[in-house]
């Protein structure tokens, strides 16, 4: 791909986008105007890159740190999961501990009453 072409594709890229920032779309709209009147010169092509530039990495370090909050919240539950499995093993083995304790009493009882 040319540059151009490189260009047009980054154009078109951003223009996918869901974009409420005013001037990030103010300078999509300039370029679009700009490219479809065949009149990008250098100055357009700067401005909107550096709009790009400014607006993409703000939201990468926006995802980014929801990314880690999401993370570590995830990695709490995994916590909490794993010792919530533990303490329901521990009730587990209390119940078949007291099952025999009740059968033995419950075998003592009847051969009493015999």
């Known amino acids: 791909m040319t540059v151009a072409e490189n260009f047009r594709s980054l154009i078109a890229r951003v223009g996918e986008f869901y974009i409420t920032d005013k001037a990030m779309k103010t300078a999509q709209k300039k370029i679009e105007a700009a490219l ?10 700067d401005e909107y890159l550096s709009a790009v530039r400014r607006y993409f990495t703000a939201f990468e370090r926006e995802a980014r740190a929801h990314l ?47």
């Open 36 to 45: 479809a009147g065949g009149r990008v010169d250098e100055s357009a092509k």
């Open 68 to 114: 880690r909050d999401v993370d570590k919240r995830l990695e709490h539950v995994n916590q909490v999961h794993f010792n919530l499995t533990a303490e329901r093993g521990v009730a587990v083995r209390r119940i078949e501990a007291t099952q025999t304790v009740l059968q033995d009493l419950e075998n003592v009882t009847s051969a009493g009453r015999l």
